[in-house]
């Protein structure tokens, strides 16, 4: 969520994971929603490691458009930005475009101080309520009370929450960590909806901010006494601007337009935030198109659970190898990839699946994982697998992220003589994965290596055919 102002990492989930069971702070059913993964796109972050990466959300289920268009005008945030612009009128400004006593309208207004103010000003200012001129400020376009239609409303609403945010970057909570890791946090409640308890929040915020930011031990200590505090006065902040709310069994969650206005902040950022009737169309499509809408984009990742949970693990794993011994390199990468999602429960069919050519490898790697009994994998085989992930990216149009997913596998100088055994392997996407490299690979040597490899790859095809 760009608009923190700190773009760190998403929570470390498994961590997450771990303290909900320690705390006992989500109820089961709702532990199995938790995103798996770390997320950044670290651009204002000075911590290591951040990069960019898409995640996939669990669906939500969001209140109808008039409903939340209604609630809209009753935030406090929004009823105090509409007095605030009465109050202001037609007045001037300072050079810098804000109020000249924002002293005299937190008094006059009971407003809580000057930061409120100014959070306020921001807010009636950016979204239309006031009108800056030459100098003056005077009432705005924007009129709340004229029966705007539910899309403008939440439209604005988009704009409130953008504004919110961004206060991240000089101090919105008051808490420079808790502004520091606020998309994360946020981000973390719209996973896990039924709610977050205090304590949790805490830690968790306390784990990834010594993680993410690599903080010394006495700032750990010093952060774990004052953070509890600092928390509670951010929580009862982002209330006050419509974002979060108390559950009834005491954890904070994000309130209706809270959910809506996250999802719409990580929709902008390329993240997969589905709602649940987007992603229910897919439970009932065949393995077959389930795979085929994944290879073509026209399904979030999200799907792929929503069409698990509709079938037995059994069920699925025999309809998904099904498609993969018929199909090719990247309907085998995307059924692979679905797999992987499946426990113990699915041994049968995977352990079936032993004897398909193109399938085994897959199937041997699977048990091998879950520690089940499989027959071992060869160098060779791993040279398979390796060119037939690499086949997958070619076959889907992806060749940025197979040349990722390679240079992650070796240094530079194993990488060459991977490359030289890649043209050996009985595998007939061989050449083509070999002529993706040489035109592609960043590393000269690498992707020459490459080059000579297909070329010998050709010749040795061309004495078979002879």
Known sequence: MAKSG??????????????????????????????????????DCGCPGC???ALSFPPVELASDDELARAVPQVPLVADARRLAAWTGTREVTPECLLPDPFLAAAELGLAGPDRVHLLWVVAVNTGMLRISRGTAAPGPLNLSGGLPSAALLEFWDGVVMDVLDRAEESLTGSAVVDEHLAEMLATMYAVNDGLSHATLVKGILQSHEVACEARPAEMRALAVSLPGELEAALALLGYCGLVEPTAAGRLRLTPLGLWAVRRDLMREGHDAPTGAEVAVFADLGAAELVEAIAKKAAASSAVAVWLEARTPEA???????????????????????????????????????????????????????????????????????????????????????????????????????????????????????????????????????????????????????
């Not at 429960?345 to 085994?360: C, G, K, S, T, Y």
């Not at 040279?383 to 530079?412: C, K, Q, Y």
Request: aromatic content about 4%; some cysteine.
């Open 6 to 43: 700190n773009t760190g990492n998403v929570f470390d989930i498994g961590e997450l994971r771990r303290l909900v069971d320690e705390l006992g702070a989500v109820p089961p059913e709702a532990r199995a929603a938790v995103l798996d993964g770390v997320a950044a796109d670290g651009d």
């Open 51 to 53: 990069g960019t990466e």
């Open 316 to 466: 699925a794993a025999r309809e998904l190898i099904k498609v993969a011994c018929s199909g090719a390199a990247g309907h085998r990468g995307v059924v692979g990839s679905i797999l992987e999602e499946l426990g113990p429960e699915a041994e049968a069919p995977l352990r079936e699946a032993l004897a398909e050519p193109a399938m085994w490898r897959y199937a041997a790697s699977w048990l091998h994982v879950r520690d089940l009994p499989a027959p071992a994998l060869t160098p060779a085989d791993n040279i398979w697998l390796t060119v037939d992930a690499l086949a997958s990216r070619v076959h889907l149009g992806r060749t940025a992220e197979g040349m990722g997913e390679f240079d992650a596998l070796e240094p530079g100088e194993d990488l060459v003589r991977m490359v030289e055994e890649m043209a050996l392997a009985d595998h007939p996407d061989r050449i083509a994965v070999l002529d993706m490299l040489g035109a592609h690979h960043s590393d000269a040597a690498v992707a020459k290596a490459a080059r000579k490899a297909a070329m010998k790859a050709r010749s040795r095809q061309a004495r078979k055919l002879g």
